[in-house]
């Protein structure tokens, strides 16, 4: 199985501030590594695929980095509609998914 | 557009059965990979069956020989069937559209497994 951790587990950010996230994989996922944002009481939504590609409708403040086994997901302009948490998945062997990232107001 | 609809969740004792069920719109089910993910309260997303659209499946080890997943393409839906259930089944379960990542998720369906 391949374990995805992620850090830090909260990132206080003020509006308008960059936001990098990491994750990591036990092993190589190469670039089958996607990111979701999850706001309370909802389903995720994607925003990431391909460590790097956007999802439809995605905005551009969001960008994807990395491959193999260290991955980066960074908000540019915090805008107050990200404040949530924020999930890596790998789909290079099966499905698993990261511990999450809350992204709160500082 | 794309739109998913969970339902069939609910309560049920320790060793119990239910079926979830996940209507879809905007697309042909029997056409894409679908999959079932839950997430446990206050807790991570996990997968736990997948139905490739040439009708193989695959179940995590946690649910294995428990849990089947179907399709009914007449009605354009996804099911899974949950048999004896445990307490650590419980979770919000989500049917989504994707093999890979997941791109379109329904609201969710509560299962709460508890005497």
């Known amino acids: 199985e391949v374990l995805m951790t992620q850090s830090p587990a909260t990132l206080s950010v003020s509006p308008g501030e960059r936001a990098t996230l990491s994750c990591r994989a036990s092993?190589?996922?190469?670039?089958?590594l996607a990111w979701y944002q999850q706001k309370p009481g909802q389903a995720p939504r994607l925003l990431i695929f391909g460590a790097s590609t956007r999802a439809t409708g995605i905005p551009a403040r969001f960008s994807g980095d990395g491959s193999e086994t260290e991955f980066t997901l960074t908000i540019s302009s915090l805008q107050s509609e990200d404040f949530a948490v924020y999930y890596c998945q790998q789909y290079n062997n099966w499905f698993t998914f990261g511990p999450g990232t809350k992204v709160d107001i500082k | 557009e794309v739109q998913l609809v969970e339902s069939g969740g609910g309560l049920i004792q320790p060793g119990g059965s239910l079926r979830l069920s996940c209507a879809a719109s905007g697309f042909t089910v029997r056409s894409n990979y679908m999959t079932w993910l839950r997430q446990a309260p206050g807790k991570g997303l996990e997968w736990v069956s997948i139905i490739y659209s040439g009708g193989n499946t695959y179940y995590a080890d946690s649910v294995k020989g428990r849990f089947t997943i179907s399709r009914d393409s007449s009605k354009n839906t996804l099911y899974l069937q949950m048999n004896s259930l445990r307490a650590e089944d419980t979770a919000v379960y989500y049917c989504?559209?994707?093999?890979?990542?997941?791109?379109?998720w329904g609201q969710g369906t509560l299962v709460t497994v508890s005497s």
């Open positions: 989504t559209k994707g093999g890979n990542w997941f791109d379109s």
């Open positions: 092993q190589s996922v190469s670039i089958n």
